[in-house]
């Protein structure tokens, strides 16, 4: 059974204290792993897919880097308009509809 | 560019009452999903729809029920509600490039 966990459950940081967040995961083939930001009572917004391992995504003050278990999400220098809930997301080759398997999120604050 | 709409916003049901959860997407996309979102826990997929005329079950089926007549449209039937089913509802559809785009959800709470 494929499996992702994401640590930590929550992480408070000081504004342009830079940190990151991991996603391992455990699945019988990997097609492609995802990023999602997810703010209080909306849907999940894509940020970033990775499809094999060594590569890096960048977006603003996210970097996303994928090794063979595990997925950080790198954030450098936050600000409290990154405050969210981070979500990974796995999907593998036995998916006949390419459906994602997901984690159960990063819940990000950072206060100014 | 609308993207994917999900109706109603929130929802009350009583105990054995039945609703169907609307979902529209405007992009064209062949793939749509239902996902539902408990505190804490990451998304668990409920059905998922490959074309218009195909759906297959997911990871958490028991209770639903959907249908795709159309490519736009991919609304998720709930019979006899049951408190287990208070949830977040969200519907997504996927793109050519393999990227998943979400509807704003639905709360519901069965009492």
């Known amino acids: 059974e494929d499996q992702v966990t994401q640590s930590p459950e929550a992480l408070r940081l000081q504004e342009g204290e830079s940190s990151s967040l991991n996603c391992s995961y455990t699945?019988?083939?990997?097609?492609?792993l995802f990023w999602y930001r997810q703010d209080p009572g909306k849907g999940p917004e894509f940020l970033f897919t990775?499809?094999?391992a060594g590569e890096e995504k960048e977006k603003e003050r996210l970097k996303a880097t994928l090794t063979k278990k595990e997925s950080f999400l790198h954030i450098t220098a936050p600000k409290p308009e990154d405050s969210a809930t981070y979500l990974c997301a796995v999907q593998t080759f036995s998916g006949s509809a390419r459906q994602l398997t997901f984690g159960s999120g990063t819940q990000l604050t950072v206060l100014p | 560019n609308a993207g994917v709409t999900q109706t109603p916003k929130f929802r009350i049901l009583k105990i054995g009452q039945s609703m169907t959860l609307q979902c529209t997407q405007d992009?064209?996309?062949?793939?749509m999903y239902w996902y539902r979102q408990d505190p804490g826990m990451g998304l668990k997929l409920i059905y998922y729809s490959v074309g218009a005329g195909i759906t297959d079950k997911g990871e958490v089926p028991n209770g639903y029920n959907v249908s795709r007549s159309t490519t736009e449209d991919f609304p998720l039937r709930l019979e006899l509600a049951a408190p287990s089913q208070t949830s977040v509802y969200f519907c997504?559809?996927?793109?050519?490039?393999?990227?998943?785009?979400f509807g704003p959800g639905t709360r519901l709470t069965v009492t």
């Open positions: 699945v019988s083939g990997l097609r492609g």
């Open positions: 990775l499809y094999s």
């Open positions: 992009m064209n996309h062949n793939y």
């Open positions: 997504a559809s996927r793109s050519q490039e393999n990227e998943q785009y």
